[in-house]
């Protein structure tokens, strides 16, 4: 598994999350923080988005807020970010 394999699902299930919720669409790059940038991308945006993406995969990915967080949680992390977090965790 390569880590833009799981960007790529990541930015295709924040895509469908969003969708699904009823907002307008907006552009999505590897610099994108959801939390607090994408229009009521919440905790439980979060889960769903971990859902799908750990489906498209395959994989087991921790249903865990925190990965949408920096480690202090001091600061909500960018999409490569988010990515990186997951690709430690199923390695």
Request: glycine share 6%.
């Amino acid at each position: 598994m390569k880590k833009g394999e799981i960007l790529a699902e990541l930015k295709k299930a924040i895509y469908e999350v969003q969708d699904l919720s009823g907002e307008k669409y907006f552009e999505i790059n590897e610099h994108t923080i959801p939390i607090g940038n994408l229009p009521g991308f919440d905790s439980f945006r979060v889960l769903e988005t971990l859902f799908i993406v750990s489906t498209a995969l395959g994989l087991e990915i921790e249903d865990d807020i925190n990965l949408f967080i920096s480690p202090d949680e001091n600061r909500a992390l960018q999409l490569h970010e988010i990515s990186d977090r997951i690709y430690k965790q199923i390695k």
